[in-house]
């Protein structure tokens, strides 16, 4: 009786860490369901979209500027943002608004991307706290599940002109 | 030659499931509880690789310590590096969010480090790659702490956190 509950008990222990290493492989190197919220996104996802996320594109470095991002936040490493890549290492930035008298510009540095959100009004990203080391990315978002009715790939940027030239 | 075939058909089973089990397993241990490294390089001298280039030292390195993102002045900790994702550089924390630090190169002469970032160097002044050339580091690019020298055999200890006197910061958080 006694060795029924306790093969029973060492079996569930032993099924539940197998499944938790396998979930914890597959979350961090191939990809998982990510629920955003906050407003920094719109009009491409908004607040409370379910989008799926791949990480794999991360391990092979090979993000490109256009791409939406999960990164963690450098100011709170507990707490994620979802923005879209504008320039890589070596890209010269437009760090103001377009629309500004004075225009400044800047240089990604090595190793780090620029950030922004699709709602320039509206997001902190890398205009207020600079270029993000590579580092910080966790996954790139490339298909949105909810809504249903907006299911598919993600659109282009609306804000084209904040990209660089060259 | 039935017997032969049920004998194989089992013991592919077998290392199916085993490898389905071991894999996975391996790869989150090494993820969240602990790892161990090579030290290359003399930037964290004479606490690592006093040798200098002849011998590198094996450290155990902690993820599970690290995994709420708590560090205190003096550890010795891994970070993927801001210049190279794909490096990892070991430094010793020398300040906290908050702090304000007496730099050693940087551009500025005094440094606030500011929320979410930490201040790391290497204890060979001059000759590391660290927080004097690239600034406060933001503390997502936390790997691990650095907690054991594992090899050579007769270096085994444990690794200290120390804080030199003369690095403490100049106005600290808590004070």
Same mark, same amino acid.
């Given at each position: 009786m006694l060795r029924g509950v306790l093969g029973k008990t060492f079996r569930l222990v032993g099924y539940t860490i197998q499944y938790g290493c396998i979930a914890h492989c597959a979350f961090e190197y191939v990809g998982g369901i990510v629920m955003c919220s906050g407003p =920094?996104?719109?009009?491409t996802i908004k607040n409370s979209d379910i989008v799926f996320a791949e990480n794999l594109s991360r391990h092979f470095c090979s993000i490109q500027r256009g791409d939406i991002v999960i990164a963690k936040n450098p100011s709170d490493p507990k707490s994620n943002i979802c923005k879209r890549v504008i320039g890589l290492e070596g890209d010269k930035i437009l #760090? #103001?608004? =377009? =629309?500004?008298?004075f225009k400044s510009h800047s240089y990604v540095p090595t190793g780090h991307v620029w950030l922004e959100g699709d709602n320039l009004q509206n997001s902190t990203d890398s205009r207020y706290y600079g270029p993000i080391p590579y580092g910080l990315i966790r996954g790139r978002i490339f298909l949105?599940?909810?809504p249903l009715s907006d299911f598919g790939f993600l659109r282009d940027s609306p804000n084209g002109h904040r990209f660089s030239d060259d | 030659m039935a017997q032969s075939q049920g004998w194989m058909k089992r013991y592919v089973k077998a290392f199916c499931k085993g490898f389905f089990v071991a894999v996975p397993m391996a790869v989150t241990f090494l993820d969240r509880v602990a790892c161990v490294a090579r030290v290359e390089g003399a930037s964290m001298q004479p606490c690592l690789?006093?040798?200098?280039?002849?011998s590198s030292d094996v450290v155990l390195l902690n993820h599970w310590k690290a995994r709420n993102f708590e560090v205190q002045r003096g550890d010795i900790v891994s970070l993927v590096s801001p210049k190279n994702p794909e490096q990892k550089i070991i430094k010793r924390v020398i300040a906290l969010e908050g702090d304000i630090v007496k730099t050693m190169? /940087?551009?500025?002469?005094y440094v606030r480090v500011p929320r979410g970032h930490i201040w790391v160097e290497g204890d060979h002044h001059g000759h590391s790659f660290d927080s004097n050339s690239f600034g406060p580091i933001s503390l997502g690019l936390l790997h691990a702490h650095a907690t /054991?020298?594992?090899?050579?055999p007769e270096r085994w200890q444990k690794l200290e956190s120390v804080l030199p006197p003369e690095r403490l910061p100049v106005w600290n958080e808590e004070d």
């Amino acid at each position: 009786m006694l060795r029924g509950v306790l093969g029973k008990t060492f079996r569930l222990v032993g099924y539940t860490i197998q499944y938790g290493c396998i979930a914890h492989c597959a979350f961090e190197y191939v990809g998982g369901i990510v629920m955003c919220s906050g407003p =920094s996104m719109e009009p491409t996802i908004k607040n409370s979209d379910i989008v799926f996320a791949e990480n794999l594109s991360r391990h092979f470095c090979s993000i490109q500027r256009g791409d939406i991002v999960i990164a963690k936040n450098p100011s709170d490493p507990k707490s994620n943002i979802c923005k879209r890549v504008i320039g890589l290492e070596g890209d010269k930035i437009l #760090t #103001t608004s =377009s =629309s500004d008298f004075f225009k400044s510009h800047s240089y990604v540095p090595t190793g780090h991307v620029w950030l922004e959100g699709d709602n320039l009004q509206n997001s902190t990203d890398s205009r207020y706290y600079g270029p993000i080391p590579y580092g910080l990315i966790r996954g790139r978002i490339f298909l949105k599940i909810w809504p249903l009715s907006d299911f598919g790939f993600l659109r282009d940027s609306p804000n084209g002109h904040r990209f660089s030239d060259d | 030659m039935a017997q032969s075939q049920g004998w194989m058909k089992r013991y592919v089973k077998a290392f199916c499931k085993g490898f389905f089990v071991a894999v996975p397993m391996a790869v989150t241990f090494l993820d969240r509880v602990a790892c161990v490294a090579r030290v290359e390089g003399a930037s964290m001298q004479p606490c690592l690789n006093p040798g200098g280039s002849q011998s590198s030292d094996v450290v155990l390195l902690n993820h599970w310590k690290a995994r709420n993102f708590e560090v205190q002045r003096g550890d010795i900790v891994s970070l993927v590096s801001p210049k190279n994702p794909e490096q990892k550089i070991i430094k010793r924390v020398i300040a906290l969010e908050g702090d304000i630090v007496k730099t050693m190169g /940087h551009k500025n002469r005094y440094v606030r480090v500011p929320r979410g970032h930490i201040w790391v160097e290497g204890d060979h002044h001059g000759h590391s790659f660290d927080s004097n050339s690239f600034g406060p580091i933001s503390l997502g690019l936390l790997h691990a702490h650095a907690t /054991h020298i594992l090899w050579p055999p007769e270096r085994w200890q444990k690794l200290e956190s120390v804080l030199p006197p003369e690095r403490l910061p100049v106005w600290n958080e808590e004070d």
